[in-house]
Structure formats: C-alpha cells, structure tokens
C-alpha cells in the first residue's frame, strides 16, 4: 500500500508488461493475410511491336517456305511441266529402256551439293539459306517478347531490326544470284536450249521467288523500321515498386508496433 495515496500499487510483472504490450501490438499471426492478386501475361513490347513481332513472323515464314518449294522457275522437258528452286526439281529425265528417256513425275532434293546446276545456285542455297535462318530466329525472339516482361528493351529491339536487315539482304542477295545460273545445259535443256544468264527463253519465274523475294524486302523496309519503335524503355522505378508490393506485410506491421 502507498502510504501516501491509500491505494495498492499494482505489482509490474513481465507477464502484465507482455499483455501491455499484446494490446497495442497484436499477434502477428492474427494479421490479416493480403489477397494476392492474379499474375497477368506481361509483354515486353509496344503496340507497334506486337505488330512487328506479327510482321516478322510473317515474312520469315513467307521466305523460308518459299525457299524449300522447288517452284522458283517453271519450264517443260519431253512434254512434261518441270520447276526448279536452287537445290531441289520436279520432274527429271532417267535413262529407259532402249536409251531412252523418260520423265519421272516426282519432286526431290539434288543429290549433293555438287549436283547442283551451277556454281551461282550453290552460292545461291547457302546465302539464301543463312537469311532465312536469320529472319526465323528474330520472329522466334519477337513471339517470345509479347509473352515475357523486360526480354525487349529498345535497344534490343534496334538490334533484332538490324539482324532483321541483314537477313533480308541475304536473301535478296540469294535472288539476285539466281539468274546467274540458267546458262548451265539443265536449265537449256529445260527452256527450249535458248535461255542465258537473265534470259529465261521458254520458262517463266514461279510464285516462290517472287514470294522470297518479297518476304525480304518486307523484313528489310517494314520489320526494321518498327523495331526502332518495338521495345520498351527500362523502368527500374516499377522493379522496385512490385519488390515493395511482395514484400511481407507481417514484417512492416511489426516493425511499426516497436517503434518507440
């Protein structure tokens, strides 16, 4: 008892400090947990690089396509329709009975690369092979980058264009070279002996060069100027920000209860 007041002094034990305590600083497990809010399907590109990405899909299917379709060049041999593309043919002379000749109606790759026509198509497979490989790992890389956050920043984006540029080159490359080869004797043979360098004689280009060639000119012009505008700018600010958002809630509601 306080002599001074009459009233008993109630004894301070760290039991009463604990529920001293409890009442301005609740339990943490009795904190309410956040909902979490659904994760979302982010993209790393703009509007005008979700168009870009659609383009250069596009354009590398187109070329590449094209390029393994043996109908580049249309012509005619012992009355039957032959196409060409720089390493595959449809319908060849076999030797027959007698000596004979006669036309197999089937399509197939050369047998080597050597057994390519001339010198100019075999430059022509190669060079005109690495661009279609070019412009498919960019669409591959594009696809990607309107399904996953920060893949494409705008750097990037300028970088995959000038890939893009160089692939198309390639294959434009691969176009031009092809004239070069209808002087050799299987090509004369097929357009009425009268064909040259860029002079087809009887035959007549088929819809797949014309589809390769303009699946680059696609990629070069269209795809690489929307690159420049494909990718987002880095935002460091809203990294930090959605680390914030997960951090534990338990951890900041303590940290305000021990404050003095």
């Known amino acids: 008892m306080n002599p001074r007041t009459g009233r008993l002094d109630e004894k301070i034990s760290p039991w009463n400090l604990h529920a001293n305590f409890s009442i301005w600083c609740c339990d943490p497990t009795d904190l309410p947990i956040p909902a979490e809010k659904p994760e979302t399907m982010r993209s790393s590109l703009t509007l005008v690089g979700t168009l870009w990405a659609f383009l250069s899909l596009v354009t590398a299917l187109a070329s590449s396509t094209s390029y393994f379709l043996p109908y580049w060049l249309f012509g005619s041999q012992l009355g039957k329709p032959v196409s060409f593309s720089t390493f595959r043919r449809c319908n060849y002379p076999v030797r027959g009975e007698g000596h004979s000749l006669i036309m197999v109606e089937e399509c197939g790759r050369y047998a080597s690369f050597s057994a390519i026509p001339s010198l100019a198509w075999q430059m022509c497979t190669v060079v005109t ?59 004369m043979q097929t357009c009425g002996n009268v064909s040259n360098q860029f002079q087809l ?58 404050k003095p």
């Not at 498919?136 to 970088?159: D, F, K, N, Q, T």
């Not at 007549?204 to 990629?219: D, E, K, T, V």
């Not at 987002?232 to 303590?254: D, F, G, H, Q």
């Open 129 to 187: 092979g690495a661009g279609c490989a070019l412009l498919l790992l960019v669409a591959l890389a594009a696809v990607l980058g309107c399904c996953m956050e920060e893949l494409i920043s705008r750097m990037m984006g300028r970088c995959m264009g000038a890939a893009q540029f160089v692939g198309g080159l390639l294959i434009s490359s691969g176009c031009a070279l092809y004239p070069l080869g209808w002087n050799s004797p299987e090509i």
């Open 201 to 258: 004689g009887t035959c007549r280009l088929g819809w797949a060069y014309y589809c390769a060639g303009g699946g680059a000119a696609a990629a070069m012009l269209i795809c690489t100027w929307l690159s420049c505008f494909a990718g987002r700018n880095p935002k460091p600010v809203m990294l930090v920000e959605s680390i914030m958002r997960n951090t534990n809630s338990y951890a900041m509601e303590l940290d305000h209860c021990l």
